[in-house]
């Protein structure tokens, strides 16, 4: 605000000494002192109570997240023209490639289906190669249970 230096401060100081006397100097830089910070508490409270009425804390909210979008949008237009720089043909090739897959995958499934077009589902098949409905029952299958073998009580 004020560019006041030490020589300006110096020059002030003189005069001030010389114009006041030695002493009333202390008495003097008091009142000053005193005075100065009061009119600083007034002007701080004045500013204060002109900015509540004028919503200025509203407005310097609005600017900053106004601020804080448009380096949103600048952060995302960078990192979407990458994305962008893709030529047609890069599309075109990435795209051919994919479907290419998408065929021999389906290439691959019809080869696993028999010649209806549906799965079939086999008989369940004991250990010998049997159908299980028609097997009969083995030495295996009724255990009895020995002394040594845990049974329920």
Same mark, same amino acid.
């Given at each position: 605000?004020?560019?006041?230096?030490? /020589?300006?401060?110096?020059?002030?100081?003189?005069?001030?000494?010389?114009?006041?006397?030695?002493?009333?100097?202390?008495?003097?830089?008091?009142?000053?002192?005193?005075?100065?910070?009061?009119?600083?508490?007034?002007?701080?409270?004045?500013?204060?109570?002109?900015?509540?009425?004028?919503?200025? /804390?509203?407005?310097?909210?609005?600017?900053?997240?106004?601020?804080?979008?448009?380096?949103?949008?600048?952060?995302?237009?960078?990192?979407?023209?990458?994305?962008?720089?893709?030529?047609?043909?890069?599309?075109? *090739? #990435? #795209?051919?490639?994919?479907?290419?897959?998408?065929?021999?995958?389906?290439? *691959?499934?019809?080869?696993?289906?028999? &010649?209806?077009?549906?799965? #079939?589902? /086999?008989?369940?098949?004991?250990?010998?190669? *049997?159908?299980?409905?028609?097997?009969?029952?083995? &030495?295996?299958?009724?255990?009895?249970?020995?002394?040594?073998?845990? /049974?329920?009580?």
């Amino acid at each position: 605000m004020f560019s006041i230096g030490f /020589a300006e401060l110096l020059v002030i100081a003189v005069i001030t000494l010389l114009v006041v006397g030695p002493e009333r100097l202390p008495e003097t830089i008091r009142f000053v002192t005193l005075n100065l910070a009061k009119f600083k508490r007034y002007w701080q409270s004045t500013r204060r109570d002109i900015e509540k009425d004028l919503g200025l /804390a509203d407005i310097r909210r609005e600017i900053h997240n106004a601020a804080v979008m448009e380096h949103l949008e600048e952060t995302k237009k960078k990192l979407n023209k990458p994305l962008e720089s893709l030529t047609e043909t890069e599309a075109a *090739e #990435s #795209s051919k490639k994919e479907s290419d897959l998408v065929e021999e995958v389906l290439a *691959e499934d019809k080869k696993e289906l028999p &010649a209806d077009g549906e799965p #079939s589902i /086999a008989p369940a098949v004991d250990k010998e190669g *049997e159908p299980s409905a028609d097997r009969e029952p083995s &030495a295996k299958d009724n255990i009895e249970p020995t002394e040594n073998s845990i /049974a329920p009580k």
